[in-house]
């Protein structure tokens, strides 16, 4: 666990598990990419076209990344907001997102760590029928600006070890979503996503070694890296056409 401490340029993805991933969000995500497949089934029901859209993020779960010593999710409930400007099947997204991260040690390793992470995204989508089951993609330009804190000590060496990081990157992220119409201006919707990152850390790290206790040197700490990951369940939201 400790080596993951080190200073190396390999990927912070490493120790997530793609399997535990896709057999934690398959069978959700399955359910609802099989659900284009019926729209055609759908009378058509015409509507006065919603210019505006705003929606409101009820959860969502992606993928942990950087210096995290759990692999799982950041799952996190109302934490983003999207305006969509409609112009017929096609639309301009807006929106932010803010994530508050809290985990701790594993096994033998003592310590705790936070990530608090705002992401901004801009973007296009084309939605394919306006009927009650609504299908669509999108792609997003990402902004994202992070801290990160940890401290942590343990181990067979007792090595501490601590990491004070401002992160801030750019990407792109292709997706695919559903609306689920529920009256005339009001929907819900699941998006998922994949999401390519190029981030810059920059910060400090304090080590010991071997033991906690004996004297810690902090070092200047600055890297970057290369993130890729699938968000299965990225947004369920609801959302208010006006």
């Not at 099989?34 to 992606?62: M, R, T, Y």
């Not at 993609?137 to 000590?153: E, G, K, P, Q, R």
């Not at 990157?169 to 998006?191: D, H, M, N, Q, T």
Request: proline share 5%; glycine share 8%; hydrophobic share 40%.
């Amino acid at each position: 666990i400790l080596s993951r401490f080190k200073l190396n340029n390999s990927s912070p993805l490493a120790a997530v598990n793609p399997v535990m991933l896709l057999q934690n969000h398959l069978p959700i995500s399955f359910l609802l990419w099989c659900i284009p497949l019926f729209c055609v089934a759908q009378a058509d029901n015409p509507s006065i076209p919603l210019k505006h859209e705003v929606g409101i993020s009820l959860l969502s779960i992606s993928s942990k990344y950087g210096h995290e010593l759990t692999p799982d999710f950041y799952v996190n409930i109302f934490n983003g907001i999207r305006y969509k400007r409609h112009l017929g099947i096609h639309a301009i997204r807006l929106g932010a997102e803010f994530k508050d991260s809290h985990s701790g040690g594993v096994g033998d390793v003592i310590g705790e760590c936070q990530h608090l992470e705002g992401k901004f995204n801009l973007g296009y989508q084309l939605t394919f029928v306006d009927k009650s089951i609504r299908p669509y993609i999108a792609v997003d330009c990402i902004y994202l600006v992070s801290t990160f804190t940890s401290s942590f000590y343990g181990g067979y060496a007792g090595t501490y070890s601590a990491f004070d990081l401002l992160n801030q990157g750019i990407g792109f992220a292709p997706a695919f979503g559903i609306y689920f119409r529920l009256v005339k201006s009001l929907s819900i919707s699941w998006e998922s996503n994949l999401e390519f990152l190029w981030v810059t850390e920059h910060g400090t790290i304090t080590r010991s070694d071997p033991h906690h206790f004996q004297s810690r040197t902090t070092y200047p700490y600055h890297r970057r890296v290369y993130n890729s990951f699938l968000n299965p369940v990225k947004s369920i939201s609801m959302n208010y056409g006006f």
